[in-house]
């Protein structure tokens, strides 16, 4: 059975998307100039293709977030903060995350709820989205 994901995975490879995307790495979201979500992934094309998804159906709260401020005529961009360098799933697993922690701590997007701890990226703090700060950074 064909999904809704399925589509917008083979959507964005025939835009030509799989050459920056289709790789193991550390990706982001950007609301016009600000980078409010990253995350990782050992094929960011399929993860691209499932926050596009969950921008649309608007499946949790960070998509209604992006959804409602890309209605209110702001732009969605993702873009990829770095590649993986290792070719063994394990190795690559550890190194994307380690640096999506690193970027997460130094960036501090807004959307990202889990924050990795320095001394060990598998445990994390959670931070809480402050939707009406979210808002009224994106007010028009």
């Known amino acids: 059975m064909v999904t809704y994901q399925d589509n917008m995975y083979h959507y964005l490879k025939r835009q030509g998307y799989d050459k920056k995307y289709e790789h193991a790495g550390i990706y982001y979201i950007q609301l016009d100039d600000e980078i409010v979500y990253i995350g990782k992934s050992t094929n960011m094309l ?3 293709a499932q926050h596009y998804v969950g921008i649309r159906l608007r499946t949790e709260k960070k998509y ?3 959804s409602d401020i890309q209605r209110q005529g702001h732009s969605i961009t993702f873009g990829v903060l770095y590649y993986a360098k290792n070719t063994n799933y394990l190795a690559i697993d550890w190194e994307i995350g380690e640096k999506e922690g ?6 501090r997007p807004c959307l ?7 001394e060990n990226w598998q445990t994390f703090d959670i931070q809480e989205i402050d939707e009406k700060e979210v808002y009224n950074n994106f007010s028009s």
């Open 112 to 118: 990202n709820t889990q924050i990795p701890k320095k």
């Open 64 to 66: 209604c977030i992006m």
């Open 46 to 48: 399929k993860r691209v």
């Open 102 to 107: 690193e970027y997460i701590r130094e960036l």
